[in-house]
């Protein structure tokens, strides 16, 4: 997979944290919550990066929570191992996890590096009730994602993924060349990083079908960037990085991407990039049979787009 660097994965932390749906959110919370209080709580993470996936549900999950965290860069997981542990109101080794206290929960984390193209179904082990992943999954393979289905369904796990990006965009304010930088950037999208050719704004869809598939019961939910003068410097990273993804694949030239991409460097530039979290939990499972009106009675963003498919 093309890499990220810990920079890039730390500045955008603070917007995938804001934009997370909190009803599905609330929804594993008590999926997760039917075990045994005393048991802990067993999460997989997929494309960890720094950790950020875990920072966001931990406080969720329970008082006492195992999590391997698994990645291909073993830089990444060094930076995880340090911000994980800073993140922590106390941590300490404990032989090869990292034992950290925060808000009263107890997370045990392992760090694996693994090249999870190869063999994903290695990455979860023999029981986890959680695989999670974030903005993961529109840069694999539809191969890839039925082969992650199908290995966590044969485990029993519940499945949590967040912020795919689902292809919609708008920036302002406009620009005569956003329709042409948006339709070579998503032609960028498609193409391989590391998994075979990417599902894309696709990804979700594709997750939906494959759980069906083994039963399960998946619910998803819209949760954007909304990005306003406050996240200027992510506004001018996410534009260059637009930009330079769009040069690449040939129908805008570099001088029309770069032009593109200075004008978003304009101070009050904003942009709504669209993405999408989807559940996925073994059917029958407790917590997880709430009709869609209760859920959106006490979801506080009703304009999210939740939509509920029973398998």
């Known amino acids: 997979m093309t890499g990220f660097s810990p920079d890039w994965l730390a500045l955008r932390e603070p917007a995938d944290h804001a934009a997370r749906d909190p009803g599905l959110v ?4 008590r999926v997760l919550g039917s075990r045994i209080a005393d ?3 067993r999460v997989v993470d997929l494309g960890c990066g720094t950790g950020s996936n875990l920072r966001a549900l931990a406080p969720h999950l329970g008082p006492a929570q195992d999590w391997t965290l698994v990645d291909h860069d073993p830089a990444l997981l060094a930076a995880a191992r340090e911000r994980l542990a800073a993140w922590a109101e106390g941590a300490r080794e404990d032989g090869d996890a990292l034992v950290l206290q925060h808000g009263g929960v107890r997370i045990a984390v ?4 693994l090249d999870l193209a190869a063999d994903p179904a290695a990455a979860l082990g023999e029981r986890p ?3 999670t992943a974030a903005a993961l999954f529109d840069l694999v393979s539809e191969e890839w994602i039925t082969v992650v289905a199908e290995a966590v369904a044969g485990r029993g796990a519940a499945f949590y993924t967040a912020l795919t990006y689902d292809g919609q965009e708008s920036w302002h304010p406009p620009d005569p060349d956003d329709g042409a930088i948006h339709a070579a950037f998503l032609h960028h999208q498609a193409g391989d990083k590391g998994f075979g050719p990417a599902a894309g704004p696709g990804a979700t869809a594709v997750l939906d079908a494959a759980f069906r598939r083994h039963g ?3 619910e998803t939910a819209a949760s954007p960037w909304r990005l306003g003068p406050d996240e200027a410097a992510l506004v001018h990273e996410l534009a260059e990085g637009t930009a330079r993804a769009a040069a690449e694949t040939g ?3 570099k001088a029309e991407a770069a ?3 200075a004008c978003r460097q304009a101070p009050g530039t904003a942009a709504v990039i669209g993405h999408r979290d989807l559940l996925a939990v073994p059917a029958g499972s407790a917590g ?3 009709s869609r009106s209760e859920i959106e009675t006490s979801d506080p963003h009703p304009e999210s787009g939740r939509v509920t498919a029973l398998a």
């Open 216 to 218: 399960y019961t998946v």
């Open 129 to 131: 009730d959680l695989v």
């Open 39 to 41: 048991v802990p709580v």
């Open 110 to 113: 392992r760090l694996r590096a």
């Open 251 to 253: 129908p805008v030239s």
């Open 288 to 290: 997880a049979t709430e």
């Open 26 to 29: 609330a929804t594993l919370a």
């Open 259 to 261: 032009a593109w991409g």
